[in-house]
């Protein structure tokens, strides 16, 4: 159609999605715009797997070098606490996806709603992880200089402050990421307000929903983990 | 999909194909979160059987057949760009690597140092500064009452 090298449109093909306003004139069709963005999103949730196995690591040495001590320890975790955020965050994912899937489809109260609950589930979650904390603050389960559990009336054979180290460093990066993720989707929220959302354009709901649904596979690893396995 | 051709300087370019998003019917979602619910239950379930050395192998047998629905069916892996899932798949190859070669090097270092006689650090038991009191009666929960001081 056009072969004017002068406009940015230049290189659309015939049959391109039409461009929608946020079109970066650097790309050809709004498709590899959206494919460029989910590829990054891609690499950097990798780097993200990564910086987690690190911790991963560390939770399965401790368990090699110290299994009874690892057991007696992780009975101290709230585990219907866990249990409880499992599921809230398993929920939060689902909301995510139907919100990812409203925006497909251009429904834009439907992505508020969806984006609304995932936010929701997030502050649930926060909310039964500082009960979690407090109560393991309150009874002196703290990482290593800082454990004084024993003065609290707690004895745990074996040298259980490696264990609340491992299990703080995780539940800890973990309870970050979500605060990072509660942020992103409120950002999110604020820009499907304002009706930037549609069949054409949803890149930053689906990244945030890839970023989100990852948030939820790295607590499938670590509620088996750290509260559940004998 | 639509044959389509991309011209790149006024010259088309070979094997150029548009995305087409793949748009899951809600049914789909529901059928996973489902799924998700019993697998959590299961996992939850199991860790009160006790099963000795079995327990975490089990528990990650369940929890990879739940992160596999979520990367599937939430993550869109399943109708995306294949290249993405080479993308996934390849970093958790780099986690095996890492993974299998520090195990490896920690478990049989062990052997290394008990034919040098050296003291392992492993074997080191932390002493609490006082004495410990009786181990409290319940000893389940976090939430096991605090002894009267």
Redesign the interface.
Known sequence: MSTDHESPKAHRPEGAHEPHAFFAHHFNTPDQQAGAAKLGMWVFLSTEILMFSGLFLAYFIVRMFYPDMVLAAHEHLNKTAGGINTVVLITSSVTMALAVRAAQVGNTPAIKRNLLLTIMFAGVFMVVKYFEYTAKFEHGMLPGKYYTAFEHGYYIPGNPHIFFAVYFCMTGLHGIHVLVGIGVLTWVYIRASKGHFGPNYYTPVENVGLYWHLVDLIWIFLFPLLYLVR | M?????????KPVEG?V??H?H??P?ST??K??GA??VL?AL??A??YM?LGPA??PV??I??VA??SL??M???HLKY??R??VF??L???I??GI??TF??FD??SRTKLQEVQGTFFL?D???E?E?P?????EA??????A???H
């Open positions: 639509t044959e389509t051709k991309l011209h790149l300087h006024g150029f548009e995305l998003e748009i899951s809600v979602y529901m996973v979160f998700l619910l959590t996992t939850y199991v860790s006790s327990s975490l528990a990650m369940v929890a739940k992160a979520v990367c069916f939430f993550m995306d760009e290249y993405h993308i996934f390849s970093t958790l780099f986690v890492f993974f520090t195990i920690l478990s492993k080191f038991d932390r609490p006082a410990p009191p009786m181990p409290v000893h389940g929960e976090g939430e096991a605090p002894a009267e």
